[in-house]
């Protein structure tokens, strides 16, 4: 049995990783905190021509019919480069959906043009009151009770915006009404979808922070190496390499937790929810690790605006609590492994914890 990615989607991972180290810059991502909506239109469109967007779209309907195993890599790059479009939504989310459960007419619509890049992505669960890129998505994809509808941008109204930890993340609370041409699934199937669809916003979610955490690491061992204090590099300060190794530690253990859980749902392996919520744990850990451990070795400098790693600490912020929290996805595997405890309220993501939003 082969325990290692294929050549093909290294290769796949590494050209994304030269794409957005050209087009998703530092300097690109500090434009989305300021620019009105958060994105750039003309990235997403490199990453639609490359094949990124479409790499979960059926082939019959112009993707590359790729599955988590194949995207969990790319996913990951998209997180190195803190990049703001909302690629987990679109792409680990969205496409999946409407070509899993989705009726012919829903996919024959929308998997054509979401392959093409014409169509962005925005996806809500149940207890989650604002979505990331609700302002300029143009297929949003709704949970009301069992039901999962799909319901373009001109349907929608937006009713409040919430600032986010994250500036490139815009996110908004939005009105909107059922109608039975909306509805991807119902009943039973519905909770079938809104469940996979969960799974895997937060496995893309871990993807993205292992990449996150891994540059947020990457910076500090290089500010390490330059910053001098007693006429030495604080990188060879013994308790400036017992936190540097600290950090590297848990984003060594998170990997292939990540990947694991990638493999689980690729192959449709009956703890993959289990696997999911390991996986989501221990990259949130990971990520909150490095942020902390990158604050603390570049001091005061670290804190400011004007220096890029706030980008991606506010971001890793953010994902660490986006698709259900660190605690949450414990006490998920927890009853996955020892079954409900008698009594105890049913399990339910908190909707904003330890702070996306910034009341």
Known sequence: ???????????????????????????????????????????????????????TVPEAHGGLGMNELDWVLVLEETGRAALPEPIVETVAVGAPMLAEFGPTELADRWLPAIAAGDV?????????????????????????GNEMHAVPRADVRLVEEQTSVDGARRLFGVDWHRTPGTLIAGGEGGYRTINASFDRGALGAAAQLIGLADRMLEMTVAYAKEREQFGAPIGSFQAVKHHLADALLAVEFARPVVYRAAFSLATGGADR??????????????????????????????????????????RAWALASSWGDAAWHRERVAMAVLGPVPGALPVEPDPDPLGETLA
Request: glycine share 6%; hydrophobic share 45%.
């Open 1 to 55: 049995m082969r325990f290692a990615f294929s050549d093909q989607q290294l290769e796949f991972a590494a050209a994304v990783r030269d794409l957005l180290a050209s087009c998703c810059t530092p300097a690109h991502v500090r434009e989305c905190w300021d620019n009105e909506t958060g994105h750039s239109p003309e990235r997403w469109r490199q990453l639609a021509d490359m094949g990124v967007v479409g790499m």
């Open 120 to 144: 962005i992505v925005a996806v809500q669960h149940q207890g989650k009151p604002y979505l990331a890129a609700a302002g300029y998505a143009d297929l949003l994809l709704l949970a009301s």
């Open 273 to 314: 929810s289990r696997d999911v919520s390991m996986a989501k744990a221990y990259a949130s850990d990971a990520a909150s690790a490095v942020s902390k451990v990158a604050l603390q070795c570049h001091g005061a400098i670290g804190y400011t605006v004007e220096y890029d790693l706030h980008l991606f600490m506010k």
